[in-house]
């Protein structure tokens, strides 16, 4: 059920969201962190970080992801803050395999770039 649940996430993210794809791995690795856990904390009713620049850009792309997940996927709303934490956590280390791990850019790590 948990990988159905991510399956749909990840869908999502691969669909809607550009922030994963910034061209280097630390610009990847913290916008993938820094939306998945604002998104993380809306979607349990924690009070997300907006006390810096970058904390308050990752909100407005979190916020969005959020409320997307909500329309989209009944289950969202459904979901506890456990099984929101564990789908989501799940969802950052897939992005992170899947666009930093596994990807054949060469870019995203080259001294020059």
Request: negative net charge.
């Amino acid at each position: 059920m948990l990988e159905d649940k991510l399956e749909d996430v990840f869908s999502y993210t691969e669909e809607r969201c550009l922030w994963q794809f910034f061209s280097r791995t630390w610009d990847r690795t913290e916008n993938i962190h820094g939306v998945v856990d604002q998104a993380t904390a809306l979607l349990t009713g924690k009070p997300p970080k907006r006390d810096t620049p970058m904390e308050r850009l990752h909100y407005a792309d979190g916020r969005t992801m959020a409320d997307d997940l909500r329309e989209r996927y009944p289950w969202v709303r459904e979901a506890g803050e456990e099984e929101i934490t564990q789908v989501m956590e799940s969802l950052k280390a897939r992005l992170l395999d899947t666009t930093i791990a596994r990807s054949t850019n060469r870019e995203l790590n080259h001294h020059l770039y």
